[in-house]
């Protein structure tokens, strides 16, 4: 962001929360335990003090208290802590954006996207929300209305997520059937934030998938040097790795993912031999 005002204690809770459930939903595609640490402020007009009316404070309180029940895993009680912000003040879009993360963490889409909606009505500038809705939307497959808000949340120049957008436009390109158009957003990606796990593995998995191998593997590798490495990102840097014939590099994720991850699905497919799982 540009502008120099210091977020409140809420703004920086609702944006470790926005990565949160951002990652839920990432990892429960990917199976890539982990994310890159920090998390993107969002990018809506700056709050200042005249805009905090006693009614927005108070908003503000219940607010930062649902989101830390939210982190806790306690759904019910974030809702009820909403229901009493959105009393208090019904104009405040962070409140929709989060209910919205809410209810697509219970998978109730009709009413997470209803509730992305409200938020994006009342801060049309909110990037946040629009990488939220965009997930959403690609999750029920509808990938064009996904895009436009994925673009809509790149549009704001203010926008400090941006790799976590691209990578994840990215993704729902490649579950569109557009390998063009993920492979360019995922290298962008991948070019802003090289430490960022599920981005890595998911633009070496789509190489790896297209033959690019050589490619494949300088990015794989990279990630399992490193102690994000998994039992996902092991088992495909051994494919690539095989493809390469490069059996020495192959014996050695081999027994990395037997020593550290030996009852997961990928050990046992590398134990079979099973290339194709």
């Not at 109730?108 to 994006?120: C, I, K, L, V, W």
Request: aromatic share 8%; hydrophobic share 40%.
């Amino acid at each position: 962001m540009t502008n120099t005002a210091r977020p409140t204690q809420a703004a920086r809770a609702i944006a470790a929360a926005q990565l949160l459930a951002a990652c839920l939903g990432l990892v429960s595609v990917f199976g890539l335990a982990g994310c890159a640490s920090g998390a993107s402020k969002a990018a809506a007009d700056p709050v200042t003090a005249a805009d905090d009316s006693d009614a927005r404070k108070r908003a503000r309180v219940r607010l930062e208290l649902a989101v830390g029940y939210f982190e806790q895993g306690k759904t019910d009680i974030a809702l009820e802590e909403l229901k009493q912000t959105l009393t208090i003040d019904p104009t405040l879009g962070e409140a929709y954006n989060m209910r919205g993360l809410i209810y697509m963490r219970l998978g109730n889409n009709p009413a997470a996207e209803d509730s992305f909606r409200r938020s994006a009505s009342l801060n049309p500038r909110d990037a946040d929300t629009q990488h939220n809705l965009g997930w959403l939307l690609c999750q029920e497959a509808r990938y064009d209305e996904a895009q436009r808000s994925f673009d809509a949340a790149l549009a704001n120049p203010q926008y400090g997520g941006r790799s976590k957008t691209m990578m994840t436009q990215g993704v729902c390109f490649v579950r569109a059937g557009k390998f063009d158009d993920a492979e360019r957003t995922l290298a962008r990606a991948y070019e802003l934030d090289p430490g960022n796990p599920v981005t890595s593995y998911n633009y070496a998995n789509l190489l790896y998938r297209r033959g690019e191998n050589a490619r494949a593997q300088f990015i794989i590798r990279q990630l399992n040097n490193s102690e994000l490495a998994n039992a996902e990102s092991l088992w495909l840097g051994i494919k690539v790795e095989r493809r390469l014939s490069d059996g020495m590099a192959m014996r050695q994720l081999g027994e990395t993912l037997t020593k550290r991850f030996g009852s997961s699905r990928e050990a046992r497919a590398f134990g079979r031999g099973a290339w194709d799982e």
